[in-house]
């Protein structure tokens, strides 16, 4: 029985996870699927809260074993795509002029990921994955150090929320240099792996707060939030949403915090109503144990229907240059078969990826 229920929260957390992505890469292109939940509102913020939620409390006492395993999950394949964006954007800037990216150097090729991820502009959305290896890594020590102080989740909990909430704050009173930026990057991340680590072991199965009652207060804060909001215009701010790479909360204090918790809740509800009727769409679970390669691909596959577009209609590709790396072809018609052509080839390419990786994997074993 109780492997029955662990099996079912694992699929659960599958459909969250292609639920999370979808919810990124339709953020890219600049519309919500959530609606009032709007574009880099809560996206990142959920990803942490389903790292918290897989997260394993024997790893507290085993800390080599957790470092080995996240840096061969998380940085051994972004080094990979790393020399693989490296060659992708050599060729792009032979054929079309432009070098989408930072200069080639030692340092924006092994340090820069760890900064802000940008080295290269069609893998930008992989600086989460370092980030995500550096919130990981920081939060098990902290959770060991706050375990030895006083084994008691509340305590816990409030260290993590005053380092969630302090984050924004202290990147108004601090000169956000390169490290500082990582700093508040994780201190922010941290408090929602562990509210997704909380929510797994002392709400999930006892607590039942997905219900309609709890949506109704949701939507009641959600619409309060709303006031903050604003368009997608840097001259009017950015509202609800935050660009936590870049730590920029504008005049905000606390509505990233509540934003964030209000798109999780959400994302968790969507994901109680839609699975039974997603938990054996093959598609749908490919999708989300394919998150990472969608993550590093789907700005290279925008791009290249860009360039098609642009093509057909007999625009020349240097007009491609003139725009940022998440400019589509005519927007208004275009945007939802951008997503829907994305979704489609990032995961198909994504599952191909993992059989040819367990394969290579399986003929090192052989020949050891």
Known sequence: MAEKVECIRDNKVTVLKALAILLVVSGHLEFSLLGMFTPYSFQLALFFFISGYLFKEKYLD??????????????????????????????????????????????????????????????????????????????????????????????????????GVGAIPLSKVVAVTPLMLVVIRTMFSMFFVYLGYYYKHYIEGKYDILTVKWLGWIVVLQSILWLFNRDYDPEH????????VWARFDDQLFVPILTALTGIWASLFTVKILYPYVKDIKFVNDMGNVTYHIMANHLLVMYLITAALLNIHGIPITERANHDIYWIYNPVQNTYLYFVIVMVVTTFVGVWQQKLWKKIKSLFQYDI
Do not use: E
């Not at 098990?140 to 260290?159: A, E, M, S, T």
């Open 62 to 163: 085993d800390v080599s074993n957790f470092v080995q395993r996240r840096m061969k999950s998380l940085l051994l394949p972004y080094f990979w795509y790393n020399c693989f964006y490296l060659v992708v954007t050599v060729v792009i800037a032979k054929l079309t002029g432009k070098f989408w990216g930072m200069p080639i150097s030692f340092k924006n090729f092994f340090i820069t990921p760890f900064l802000n991820g940008h080295q290269f502009d069609l893998s930008c959305p992989l600086w989460f994955v370092t980030q995500l290896f550096m919130t990981m890594i920081v939060f098990l020590f902290v959770f060991r150090v706050l375990r030895g102080i006083k084994d008691n989740k509340i305590f816990h909990l409030v260290i993590f929320t005053l380092l």
């Open 237 to 244: 701010g950015i509202g609800l949403s935050y660009v936590l």
